[in-house]
């Protein structure tokens, strides 16, 4: 399993690293060690034959005339991006050197290691990179920079996350996409959308921003940035008072149920959540009374719809309308958030979980501007001296940028950045050392958007002199001095342990059989879920009633959570005269992330960054088509070209992003901040009031 040069074209079996729900497969042609072509799987039921735009351009992505094939060490100031060559073994030696140093002058947990899911393989994500940190003795980094809100909330409610998979859900009759723009973040759900319709289903989609999902919909129900856990109410009130609601399946498989329905039925009408969601109570009605009347049912709801100070919250009241309706009991119906819940991969073992001691210091990543400009800010413990980032770019991608970057300019921080380009981060490496991308490494995959473990094999040799994630903390291990033999482990070993022996939990699921398939079921197709046995929540089922979050100051009951941003939502007429605005910043339909921001190809189709702002709020505020803006408050600013139309909300502006400050300037991040949701203690990008000013 290792690459190796060769005469003759060979094909290696890939799988795209990103953090998408489909995890597409792919096969990789190679002539003379070179990476020719990359061909999508058109017999795997998800990828079926076609890659998204970002991943067909993976091959100039690899031979990137700009990538970073070898250590570099910094000479010019930091930010300035001036670096000069060096080997590997001066690289590791003052590494090493350097972290043995801040561990005896300030203790291990003065080391913060940052990474997310630049790779989403177990291998080259989290494995021996956390032997690393963990016999270290590093901080440990909270990672709730994504999803850990909405997964949360799931976990209380159904105890694992779980639903139907991308390729169960095409025999609905009504599909609802909730807060997410499936045509860019999930494009593989569409052909199976697109058998629904074509057999008679209503496609409807909820999100405050009329994006390309939106348009290409049946119906779309443009609510309040926030306001999705009262939509969700409304509708349970009309299911329940319209006795549209299966109470045999709520009595067999629900706790709580009852104290839900009263709740709903005495402070959830219609009309309280037409005026909190803006929305019509007729689109209320109508929606719940077609949902409540459709057995054939499907919400896939993804994780923009949860990042907001109330974001557990609205998922978990989302979640439980496929409970009320008794959808679960259909083959592919329900509901989606990820599907993470049924791969059992042996994460413990992998990252060697026991070692750290429970007291251990624990950062959240979102709050990395405080732990490196004010440590004793909420973080605690010893102040930040070495950052090791790796498989992420915060400089780019976390809250509160322009913090972030004056962290990372501290002269007394010591910084290492693992990576395959000059990213806004590694421009303030004291050292960054070269990474493999996808084709030069082995590694195995999970997916949250359907059932398929996946395996991804070595194409080429590393370019240059690249090292594979895995690779790079072996030898900072070896160069640190440390001698467990959990750091002699080679990948394949460190495979073998993801998979276990013999898992019962994924049966007939081995190294072997993944290599010769390339990809394995590892659920059967056709289950109902959530409809038997005792679930992993605290009463045993599903939870409409989840009394341990008294226990962190939320009700038991679902119930709306208002964001930050409400008070600015519905005082339109103020906020315009104060130039107001709810920010929201979903993604580029080009980028991943703030991947791809630098291939040419992809960079062009996406163009300047903009900021979509409603004609209404345009006209008053004297700004034209393609005028140049400024979007700013009391933590920062960045520039955008204005796109004026009516695909926004009054009162609500949107920029796609995110693009690299360097040639472009400051990027959105930098007016949004480091405040955590009510659940899972996640980001709230979507949780941001703007003021909008023509230039």
Not at 405 to 420: I, K, M, N, P, Q
Request: glycine residues 8%.
């Amino acid at each position: 399993m290792t690459a190796s040069r060769v005469d003759l074209p060979i094909v290696a079996r890939g799988v795209c690293p990103h953090d998408c729900p489909d995890t597409c497969s792919f096969t990789t042609t190679v002539v003379d060690g070179v990476a020719d072509k990359i061909t999508p799987a058109r017999d795997h039921p998800v990828t079926q034959g076609f890659l998204c735009t970002k991943v067909n351009r993976y091959l100039e992505r690899t031979y990137a005339s700009d990538r970073i094939t070898q250590p570099l060490r910094r000479v010019g100031p930091k930010g300035s991006g001036q670096f000069a060559a060096a080997t590997w073994t001066q690289a590791l030696s003052a590494i090493a050197a350097r972290l043995t140093d801040t561990v005896s002058s300030f203790g291990g947990e003065s080391v913060l290691p940052y990474s997310y899911a630049g790779t989403m393989g177990l291998i080259q994500r989290e494995a021996m990179s956390a032997r690393f940190f963990h016999r270290l003795g590093a901080s440990q980094l909270d990672r709730t920079i994504c999803s850990s809100a909405g997964m949360t909330a799931w976990a209380h409610t159904y105890g694992y996350c779980d639903g139907p998979g991308a390729d169960e859900i095409g025999d609905n009759k009504l599909i609802v996409l909730w807060g997410t723009n499936t045509l860019t973040s999930n494009p593989h759900l569409w052909p199976k959308i697109r058998q629904a319709r074509d057999h008679g289903a209503r496609l409807v989609c909820v999100d405050p921003i009329r994006t390309r999902t939106a348009q290409a919909s049946d119906e779309h129900i443009a609510l309040r940035p926030g306001t999705d856990a009262a939509l969700a109410l409304g509708m349970m009130h009309v299911l329940f008072r319209d006795n549209l609601a299966d109470l045999a399946f709520l009595a067999e498989r629900t706790y709580g149920w009852e104290a839900m329905r009263d709740n709903v039925l005495s402070k959830w009408p219609t009309s309280r959540s037409a005026e909190i969601c803006d929305v019509s109570e007729q689109v209320i009605e109508d929606l719940a009374t077609q949902y409540g009347t459709t057995q054939q049912s499907f919400i896939r709801l993804n994780f923009g719809m949860q990042r907001h100070r109330g974001g557990g919250s609205a998922v978990r009241a989302v979640a439980l309308l496929p409970a009320v309706t008794g959808a679960w009991r259909q083959t592919g119906s329900g509901a989606t958030l990820s599907t993470s819940g049924a791969y059992h991969y042996d994460k413990v073992t992998l990252q060697r979980a026991s070692w750290p001691p429970s007291s251990t210091r624990t950062i959240n990543m979102n709050q990395l501007a405080d732990a490196l400009t004010e440590p004793d800010a909420g973080v605690g413990g010893p102040p930040v001296k070495a950052l090791i980032v790796y498989n992420a770019n915060p400089a780019t991608v976390a809250p509160d940028a322009q913090r972030v970057h004056s962290g990372l300019a501290r002269d007394d921080l010591f910084t290492v950045v693992l990576e395959h380009f000059l990213t806004d981060t590694a421009r303030y490496a004291d050292w960054i050392l070269p990474a493999t991308t996808q084709l030069e490494h082995l590694d195995v995959h999970a997916a949250y958007g359907h059932h398929f473990a996946s395996i991804n094999e070595p194409a080429i040799a590393p370019v240059g002199d690249s090292q594979s994630n895995s690779q790079i903390f072996r030898m900072l291990a070896a160069a640190m001095g440390y001698t467990d033999t959990e750091f002699a482990d080679t990948d394949e070993d460190l495979l073998r342990q993801a998979l276990g022996e013999q898992n019962p939990l994924m049966p007939g699921i081995t190294v072997e059989s993944l290599l010769e398939h390339g990809w394995q079921r590892v659920a059967p197709a056709g289950r109902t879920h959530y409809t038997h046995g005792r679930l992993p929540t605290l009463s045993g089922l599903i939870q409409c009633q989840a009394d341990e979050l008294t226990e962190l100051g939320l009700p038991s009951l679902p119930d709306f959570v208002p964001p930050a941003t409400f008070g600015i939502a519905t005082n339109q007429e103020k906020n315009l005269a104060d130039r107001q605005f709810v920010l929201l910043t979903p993604p580029e339909h080009e980028f991943l992330n703030s991947t791809f921001v630098n291939i040419p190809r992809l960079a062009k189709a996406a163009g300047r960054q903009t900021l979509l702002m409603h004609t209404a709020d345009a006209q008053a505020l004297g700004v034209t088509d393609g005028k140049a803006v400024r979007v700013w408050n009391d933590r920062g600013d960045f520039l955008a070209m204005a796109c004026i139309s009516d695909d926004t909300r009054p009162g609500t502006v949107c920029a796609h992003g995110l693009r690299w400050a360097t040639g472009s300037g400051p990027g959105v991040n930098s007016v949004t901040d480091g405040a955590l949701t009510d659940l899972g203690r996640g980001a709230t990008f979507y949780d941001t009031v703007v003021a909008v000013t023509p230039l």
